[in-house]
Structures are given as C-alpha cells and as structure tokens.
C-alpha cells in the first residue's frame, strides 16, 4: 500500500493516525498563554490550532525509525537553497529526537556546509575522515574517534565539511563516498546529505541510488520548477532512485512571499510524498553563517512542520532495509533493489495557463 496515497499541499502537518482523546496541556502560546500566567494558571485556556499542529509534528519528528536512514537534499538548480535546508533539518532532527544527525557536504566541488553552519571546529573535512578510514573502520574503534572529525553544532547535529580544495573534492567518487557513508552508518542513525549542482556526478549519482528520503527545497519561479521537475523525471525514470520520488518533500520558499500556482502545487501533488511552503527568514537570506537560534518563530514553526514530512517518509519502508550488518548503495553492475509500488502517473509538463 502507498504510505503516502494523497500529498499534503499544506505547510500544517496532518496526522496520519487519529488523534488522542487525552486532553491536552494547556496553551503556550499568544493570547491563550498570556491569559493563563496573569491568572495565575487558574484560566488554562486550551491550545490553538497552530500550537496543536505543532505538537503534533514534534510528536511525529520524535518517532522511532525502522532503521538507520539516508536522506538526500538535493536540486541541481544552484541557489535553491540545499544549503539551509540540510542545516536546519538536521538540527531540528538532533534536538527533538535528542539524538545526533549528521549533516554531509557531499558537493562535487567546493560546498558551503561547513560556512554556513555556526561553529567551524575543527577543522576536518571529508578529504581527512578519508585519510583516517582505516583507522575509523576498526571493529574497535571508539565512537569518539569518529566525533572528533565532526563539527558539532549547538543543536547536537554534526556537520562533515567538504574541503576547500577543489582539486581533492574531484576525486572523490562513488567507492570514497561509500566508505565515508558506512562510517557515519556505522555510528548514527540519520545521514542528511547536501548535494551540489551537478547530477551526472558519480558522488550525486552514489548519495541519490543510496538515500532512503529525497528532500527538493526549490522557489516557486519558473526557472526552479522546471529545474526540479526534469529531476524528478530523472530520478523516477532510474531503477535505483524510483523509490525516492512517491514520498518527495518539496519545500518551497521564496524571499517575497510567493507561493506555487494552482496548478503547479496540484502537478507536484500527484506525484510526490508533501509540498510544504516555508516563509522567507532574514537570517537565511543573508547568505552567511546560519545560528539556527536565530530564526524567526514562524520559520522555526514551518521547519519544523517540514521535518516532521521528512519523517513520515522515513517511517515507509525502504528497498535499502535489510537484515542487520552492513548497508551500502547498489555497486554498478547490482541488481536493482525491490521498489514499493507506485501510481502511474505521467510525466508531462504542467499544462499551459489558460
């Protein structure tokens, strides 16, 4: 069955489940709050609409995985906003499951995960976890070990840089992404992975055949769309990723406030898992380091909505699970893992405003 049968085109999550007939706490948030602290909490107002959707998504963002999980960020459109959204859904992921996530910069080139995010200690990059593998891949090696090539973040998630040296970050490819990627397996259970701009790329190519969760940040232009969508068709037209496409989060923000036409939300709708619109954020937009702390209440509310689908669709099954030990992308030449079934839906282009 399709864990996924209809998309939700609203940035409020809505529970799959039903809900629960416990009462709820009373309201923290706007005028309710207020009301109930200048009583002295003798008014416990229940909560809004806005405070339940929002439990409710930190609930789901807290449930237990049915295994470890890859999940890719990716949109070869450049300025799509990867970038953010990778720092943010992993720190999210890290302080609501109280676990930690790793955030991985696997650009073909030059990233700029580990500019952007908040603290930039130490300053290890990929080029010298790869160094270490032998090291880091002992049956003895210490947890630590591994750590201590990671930058960690305030949130609890750990960013792995890529290195500034475009020439080494060009010779890393499939076999050198799969050795990084079963280290970090092999000690954390959720891998966010940044991507660059290049999809014929064999790093790209590696992270998208092994992810288990396909995350498309996108602005609702023209040019974007139609960028997102040719990847999509790629990606559903490719025996290794096919299974990426049905449970899709496409997250999209835009600096003025747009938001996608009719039917260009009702196009992505049918094919993918959720659309989820974000407000634009300053501190973002800017450009620079991101202090996740720092954003604003609605965009932290909206993020969190985006990691509570990002979870859902980790909770489906995956043609990557399988029995305990050791988890790897299909080498070249593999047969193609078993993919849930899907709707037959046609790719074309969206049809012509009228």
């Known amino acids: 069955m399709d864990p996924h049968p209809h998309a939700s085109t609203d940035w409020n999550y809505v529970p799959r489940q039903p ?24 008014i416990k107002l229940q909560p809004g609409q806005d405070e339940l959707s929002h439990r409710v998504a930190v609930d ?5 995985l049915p295994g470890s999980r890859t999940i890719v960020v990716a949109n070869e459109k450049g300025g799509a906003g990867k970038t953010p959204t990778a720092l943010i859904l992993s720190a999210l992921l890290a302080e609501y499951r109280h676990e930690a996530v790793i955030a991985w ?9 580990g500019r952007r995010a908040e603290l930039a200690d130490p300053s290890s990059t990929v080029t010298d976890v790869l160094a270490a593998a032998p090291e880091l ?39 050198e992404c799969d050795i990084v990627r079963q280290l970090l397996l092999r000690r954390f259970g959720i891998v966010v992975c940044d991507t660059g701009n290049n999809a014929a790329a064999s790093n790209f190519l590696y992270t998208v055949d092994s992810s288990d969760v396909l995350v498309l940040p996108t602005a609702p232009s023209t040019v974007h769309l139609e960028v ?82 990002v979870i859902e669709a980790a909770l489906a099954p995956s043609p990557h699970d399988r029995p305990p030990g050791r988890r790897r992308a299909p080498e070249p030449g593999d047969p193609a893992p078993a993919s849930p079934p899907s709707p037959q839906i046609g790719w074309s282009s969206l049809p012509q405003s009228s």
């Open 19 to 42: 809900p629960s007939r416990v009462k709820p706490p009373p309201a923290e948030w706007g005028w309710r709050a207020k009301v109930r602290g200048a009583s002295g909490g003798l």
């Open 60 to 64: 789901r963002v807290q449930s237990a």
């Open 228 to 309: 997102t969508r040719a990847m999509l068709r790629m990606l559903a037209g490719r025996e290794t990723t096919k299974h990426l496409v049905g449970r899709a989060v496409l997250v999209v923000t835009s600096s003025t406030g747009s938001r996608l036409g009719r039917e260009e939300e009702e196009w992505f709708a049918e094919r993918i898992g959720r659309v989820v619109h974000v407000p634009a954020d300053p501190v973002i937009a800017e450009g620079g380091k991101l202090p996740i702390a720092t954003l604003s209440a609605e965009s932290r509310r909206a993020w969190t909505q985006v990691t509570a689908a």
């Open 105 to 113: 910069d696997v650009n073909e080139l030059r990233g700029t995960l």
């Open 137 to 175: 891949a002992r049956a003895e090696a210490e947890v630590g070990l591994l750590a201590s090539y990671l930058r960690r973040q305030p949130q609890g998630n750990l960013v792995l840089a890529s290195s500034e040296d475009g020439n080494a970050m060009r010779q890393i490819g499939h076999a």
